[in-house]
T-cell receptor
Framework: AQSVAQPEDQVNVAEGNPLTVKCTYSVSGNPYLFWYVQYPNRGLQFLLKYITGDNLVKGSYGFEAEFNKSQTSFHLKKPSALVSDSALYFCAAALTGGGNKLTFGTGTQLKVEL | DTGVSQDPRHKITKRGQNVTFRCDPISEHNRLYWYRQTLGQGPEFLTYFQNEAQLEKSRLLSDRFSAERPKGSFSTLEIQRTEQGDSAMYLC???????????????FGAGTRLSVL
């Protein structure tokens, strides 16, 4: 069975500082990895995905993520955080070869303070 | 394109009643997914349609739950004899045709929040 772990329930960072939201995965085979963001009373919004190729993936709103196969990690990063980045972030994985469903982590609440 | 639409946004019901939710996917998206999200947890997969065919169901989908997508467009999720444990946010997502389904981006609706009293 595949699983996704987000070890931090909450991450606090000052505006302008770099941010990292951690994600590790456990899947058999080569995973497809995703990051989604959820704002209050809104649906999940896609940020970025890793399929294959370059380990550094760039996505929406200045976010990027680094795929590390040896550490089975896919951490979300942003060089300079904004207060408007404050939201709930989810990491998700899908299996290759017909894995339609997404397996999500438990989410990390990001709080960016002035 | 208005995105994935879900109706109602909120539903309050009494234990034992039946409820039905509707999801309208993005037009031309042939794949449609249902997830359930409880407080403090990530979304959990319930079921998946490709066009009108229901291709996969989670063990979470007990016999009280049924989902349909009769014409390959909108979908309904019905819960019969609701229990307090059914209280959750029910999310719908859709994705476009693609040979490798797992590569697809799933676009989510805002969800239907169910409260069972």
């Amino acid at each position: 069975a595949q699983s996704v772990a987000q070890p931090e329930d909450q991450v606090n960072v000052a505006e302008g500082n770099p941010l990292t939201v951690k994600c590790t995965y456990s899947v058999s085979g080569n995973p497809y990895l995703f990051w989604y963001v959820q704002y209050p009373n809104r649906g999940l919004q896609f940020l970025l995905k890793y399929i294959t190729g370059d380990n550094l993936v760039k996505g929406s709103y200045g976010f990027e993520a680094e795929f590390n196969k040896s550490q089975t990690s896919f951490h979300l990063k942003k060089p300079s955080a904004l207060v408007s980045d404050s939201a709930l972030y989810f990491c998700a994985a899908a299996l290759t070869g017909g894995g339609n469903k997404l397996t999500f982590g438990t989410g990390t609440q990001l709080k960016v303070e002035l | 394109d208005t995105g994935v639409s879900q109706d109602p946004r909120h539903k309050i019901t009494k234990r034992g009643q039946n409820v039905t939710f509707r999801c309208d996917p993005i037009s031309e998206h042939n794949r449609l997914y249902w997830y359930r999200q409880t407080l403090g947890q990530g979304p959990e997969f319930l079921t998946y349609f490709q066009n009108e065919a229901q291709l996969e169901k989670s063990r979470l989908l007990s016999d009280r739950f049924s989902a349909e997508r009769p014409k390959g467009s909108f979908s309904t999720l019905e819960i019969q004899r609701t229990e307090q444990g059914d209280s959750a946010m029910y999310l719908c997502a859709s994705s476009p045709p693609n040979r490798d389904v797992a590569k697809n981006i799933q676009y989510f609706g805002a969800g239907t929040r169910l409260s069972v009293l």
